[in-house]
Each structure stands twice: as structure tokens, then as C-alpha cells.
């Protein structure tokens, strides 16, 4: 049986995804400086325009967090990789 502690969520618990807002920004700001086109990206992605547009503005009206995939999916059609760092959640939060 998991408890939960001040310091330590419970496994049930979902954990909050506070850097996908940033990343999105990044690659849009990233293919629009390379100007390539959504649908250019969804082309490299295999997928489709509208996809890449549902991305870009967050997940639509469903609103879900993107995998780490389909992060670096995009950041491969951009010629780039994703740097992903563990943080203490104290350093994190003196960061921001």
C-alpha cells in the first residue's frame, strides 16, 4: 500500500506537467524561425496538419499532455533534439 507524504505524492496521484507549455512554445518559435510550415512538420511526423495545429495550441479541447514522442517527433522534423533534466523540486521551484 503507497501513503502519501508532504514531499513525496502518492502513485495515484497525477503529477503536474509544467514544462509542456514552455516546449510547445519553443518548437512553434523554432519552426516559424526556420519557416517551415505545419504542414511541412506534420509531413516529417507522418501525420496530418490539423494534428500539428492541436499540438501547437495545446492538445485542442481535450486538452492532454503530448507524449515524449511526439515532442521529439517534432523536434526531429525541426533538425533538433529535446534535453530533458531531473530537478530536486526545491531547485525547480527557486528557478521559476
Known amino acids: 500500500m503507497t501513503t502519501a507524504t508532504a514531499s513525496k ?3 495515484t496521484e497525477k503529477v503536474q506537467h509544467t514544462d509542456t507549455p514552455d516546449i ?3 518548437l512553434v518559435a523554432a519552426r516559424r524561425k526556420a519557416k517551415i510550415t505545419q504542414a511541412q512538420i506534420a509531413a516529417a511526423m507522418n501525420t496530418t496538419a490539423s494534428a500539428v495545429a ?3 495550441s495545446g492538445g485542442g ?3 492532454h ?3 515524449i ?3 521529439k517527433l517534432y523536434a526531429a522534423a525541426l533538425n533538433c533534439d529535446i ?3 531531473l530537478v530536486p ?3 525547480a521551484k527557486n528557478d521559476n
Request: net charge positive.
Open 9 to 11: 505524492p502518492a502513485t
Open 24 to 26: 510547445l512554445r519553443q
Open 54 to 56: 492541436r499540438l501547437e
Open 61 to 63: 479541447k481535450k486538452r
Open 65 to 67: 499532455s503530448p507524449s
Open 69 to 71: 514522442r511526439t515532442i
Open 83 to 85: 534535453k530533458m533534466e
Open 89 to 91: 523540486l526545491e531547485t
